[in-house]
């Protein structure tokens, strides 16, 4: 019986070949949800559809992959160069614009492990294997951690699996006590600046993070460069800036970083509550196997028990453990590429689409697989541009830089341009855009039936259209590996939006409806020298043909949502989706606070009302004699109705009642933030207060679209 590997094999060689792409073509018919005129935009969408182009990615990937390109270097301006004229080959008005903000590159960076038996290691030792032919590269900037501060510190070692608040709460459990402490916690489940902040928390003196082969590596099977899983030298860089309270410049929070800043205007960093205060750096687990080999103490519970070939214990110590790391802070340059295209009726409502291009090292599949496939995206729109095609909505393309340290050069640009930015109509994402077959999406409940109907408009590899294939993966394929599991269900099912990526600025703080969207797979290198296009060409997508896939899901969302006579959202999803986050924190409000338990039922009615009001804008929107520009002023206004103007409590730049990203999660989304993390606290007057800050949200947005029909 033919294997289903191979199945995908033989579907993707043939989508390779002369004509392949035609052939694999989907006929779709009938309406357009928010188009009157369904045939004329399917036949533009089939001209665009047969120009993004695999070898014309591959070209891109491996030029924009040939250098490291760590945000504010040469090389890194480079890259922002190539893309500029790749823009203006597409006939967008283009412009490279650049802030200044502080990035730390390491100068320094020593650990010295002791063992009781006397014996010394000495690390991180350089990315190395038995193939490799990026990896001797002289710019390749060792492992660090990106916002970590200098420091001297020497302690006992702890181990503390995940670094979550719960396993700091089992070690105490244990008598464990990691005051003073060099505390060695594995990547996975949430995002290394909440790792960092745990460990300050509970008064810990530093942190090693490393890559355990349990989540990335051996455990899940063949390493680089025999498999596409973490060797043993390769270590995931990556910026422990928290972003709880605001990303971006951890100077200017608020305040767009442009080159004129005043110095005035910058608050300094060892005062930013989103800087780390205890010295943090990552390591490979060839390099952090000494010390967890080493250690004494408890055995470590069964749950923490990682793929090294010993027993793990938690300590503290004997083994002991001197971080030596000397940081090089300063102002730096970075670079954003903008490209525009107006649009012809309604200019000033701009459709934004984004990809990050800086890279902790090459950077192959984060981010610039993204950034290829954006690049062909833009190829396809230039030539319907050319034979004077223009849409409705502006147009915008934007490259980002410095996203890896904390989302700036997104923040900066959504901060400056927020006047701008209050009539537009969606913020498109694309961060990891290819590491293996798996379509994935996440995004907010009026945009998900969006994505869907999208990918029944476009071929698969794999045969049928991308929503088919979607439709039928399963989670025994991997998805992409950044940090947080995905736990996601059978697909179709959309995610919601968190954060770790450039949609943040624009959905959490401006109320920009967004998307998400990658082709995830066996991403055993994310973050280390090894992304690179090597790796990349044997692992993700030999013959190009996912990149050309996702410059075409991109592409097609840009387009409609710049076209559409009415927009396409669905409101009535949203109002049932929030429906369900309040009975679920309704549930946990009642466990915590018994008979005290607020009543949710005003805010329950009031979702139900956004329910009902979005069925019935809905109906308006299907009927093509509808008032378009009454119902689209106030669907443009309905996500920006769920913007508290005084921001979530204790973090007022995040003023989406309905998502944020998690205090102790940081990627993954807290979902109606205000009230569950009131919960959280245990905090009955907050929890109330936040139910009647939810509800006047979400009543308004009702009133809006019910004043629109």
Known sequence: MISRAAVLLILTLAASVPGARQQASPKPAGPIFGFRDAATERAREREFLAVPDPQLARQHLQTLTKAPHLAGTPEDKATAEYVAARFREAGLDTQIVEYKVPLNYPAEIRITITTPDGKEFTAPAPERVSDDPYQNDPRIVGAYSGYSPSGDVEGEAVYANYGRPEDFARLQQLNVDVRGKIVVVRYGQNFRGVKALVAQEHGAAGVIIYSDPYDDGYYKGDAYPKGPWRPESAVQRGSIGYMFEFPGDPETPGVASTPDLPDSQRKPMAESPEMPKIPTTALSWGDARPILEAMGGPESPRAWQGALPFTYHVGAGPVRVKLHLKQNYALRTIWDVIGT??????????????????????????PNSGTAAMLETVHGIGKL?????????????????????????????????????????????????????????????????????????????????????????????????????????????????????????????????????????????????????????????????????????????????????????????????IEGYLKTAQQKSQEAFGAKSPSFAEALAAAARLAQAGAQTMAAQKDGHADAAKLNGAL??????????????????????????????????????????????????????????????????????????
């Open 341 to 366: 295209a107006r649009g012809s009726d309604l200019p000033e409502q701009w459709v934004v689409g984004g990809n990050h291009r800086d890279a902790w090292v090459y950077g192959a599949v984060d």
């Open 385 to 577: 541009l050319k034979s004077g095609w223009r849409p409705k909505r502006t147009i915008v393309f934007a490259s980002w830089d410095a996203e890896e340290f904390g989302l700036i050069g997104s923040t900066e640009w959504a901060e400056q341009h927020a006047a701008d930015l209050e009539h537009a109509a969606a913020y498109f994402n694309m961060d990891v855009a290819v590491a293996g077959p798996n379509f994935t999406a996440s995004a907010v409940p009026s945009l998900q039936d969006f994505v869907r109907e999208i990918t029944r408009a476009v071929p698969s590899p794999q045969g049928a259209t991308v929503y088919d294939v979607w439709s039928t993966h399963r989670e025994e394929e991997p998805v992409p590996a950044r940090e947080v599991p995905s736990n996601r269900p059978a697909a179709p099912t959309i995610g919601d939006l968190g954060s770790g990526s450039d949609f943040t600025p624009f959905l959490q703080h401006l109320g920009v409806p967004a998307t998400d969207i990658g082709s995830g797979g066996s991403y055993g290198v994310y973050h280390s020298a090894f992304d690179n296009f090597a790796w990349f060409t044997k692992f993700a997508d030999p013959t190009f043909v996912y990149e050309q896939q996702m410059a075409r899901v991109f592409g097609l969302e840009m387009m409609r949502m710049a076209s559409a006579d009415v927009l396409p959202y669905d409101y009535e999803a949203y109002g049932k989706a």
């Open 636 to 709: 443009l206004a309905a996500e920006r109705g769920l913007l508290a103007p005084q921001g979530l409590p204790g973090r007022p730049w995040y003023h989406h009642v309905i998502y944020a990203p998690g205090r102790y999660t940081g990627y993954a989304a807290a979902v109606l933030p205000g009230v569950n993390e009131a919960i959280d606290a245990h905090d009955l007057a907050a929890t109330e207060g936040q139910l009647q800050v939810l509800r006047i949200c979400l009543e308004h947005v009702a009133s809006t679209l019910e004043a629109a029909r």
